[in-house]
């Protein structure tokens, strides 16, 4: 259906159409997986707001974690740390924070924000919902904790309903759980 909808061909779907007057625009904030070594070094060296932004957090930051994010984020890629559990998050939610900045400056703001898992953080900051103390607070401790639980456990993304899912855990429910 959807591939239906994107190609325009309203023959093929059940519903077509708009909810309102006007598109709205939701900024989506990711949970963890998608940092990168290297990730915003091209915008921090060419666009001054979103460097502001990364050294706002970074001041923020270095009151709450032991770490510096700007350094964490220009490091080589060699010592890159942006992947390990007790960084990710709060790299994540200064990227978060600056790109939602910069798009800020240039007009774009979203009518709804919304975060998935450790993307929760950035959209209730962008939300007016958390400071961005509080925000990096949350993060920190996200990270830390995680950290602690590194090697305790795995995660898996199945493509499969919620009842067959169940059904090929049956006997293993001791040991593995649907999230």
Same mark, same amino acid.
């Given at each position: 259906?959807?591939?239906?909808?994107l190609s325009r061909d309203e023959a093929e779907?059940?519903?077509?159409?708009?909810?309102?007057?006007?598109?709205?625009?939701?900024?989506?904030?990711?949970?963890?997986?998608?940092?990168?070594?290297?990730?915003?070094?091209?915008? *921090?060296?060419?666009?001054?707001?979103?460097?502001?932004?990364?050294?706002?957090?970074?001041?923020?930051?270095?009151?709450?974690?032991?770490?510096?994010?700007?350094?964490?984020?220009?490091?080589?890629?060699?010592?890159?740390?942006?992947?390990?559990?007790?960084?990710?998050?709060?790299?994540?939610?200064?990227?978060?924070?600056? *790109?939602?900045? +910069?798009?800020?400056?240039?007009?774009?703001?979203?009518?709804?924000?919304?975060?998935?898992?450790?993307?929760?953080?950035?959209?209730?900051?962008?939300?007016?919902?958390?400071? +961005?103390?509080?925000?990096?607070?949350?993060?920190?401790?996200?990270?830390?904790?995680?950290?602690?639980?590194?090697?305790?456990?795995?995660?898996?993304?199945?493509?499969?309903?919620?009842?067959?899912?169940?059904? +090929?855990?049956?006997?293993?429910?001791?040991?593995?759980?649907?999230?």
């Open positions: 259906q959807m591939d239906a909808f779907l059940p519903v077509a159409g708009r909810g309102g007057p006007e598109p709205k625009l939701a900024f989506v904030f990711t949970g963890m997986g998608p940092q990168w070594w290297g990730m915003g070094r091209q915008l *921090l060296e060419k666009e001054p707001v979103f460097r502001e932004a990364i050294e706002e957090c970074d001041r923020v930051f270095r009151d709450i974690g032991a770490w510096s994010l700007m350094e964490v984020l220009r490091a080589e890629e060699s010592r890159s740390r942006v992947h390990e559990a007790d960084l990710a998050p709060a790299a994540n939610l200064a990227i978060q924070v600056a *790109l939602t900045k +910069l798009w800020h400056s240039w007009g774009i703001i979203p009518d709804v924000s919304v975060g998935h898992s450790a993307g929760e953080i950035g959209a209730a900051w962008a939300a007016g919902a958390l400071s +961005l103390e509080d925000a990096f607070k949350v993060a920190f401790h996200r990270g830390r904790l995680q950290d602690r639980a590194t090697g305790s456990g795995t995660m898996l993304a199945a493509g499969v309903a919620e009842n067959e899912a169940a059904r +090929l855990i049956e006997g293993l429910t001791d040991r593995i759980s649907i999230a």
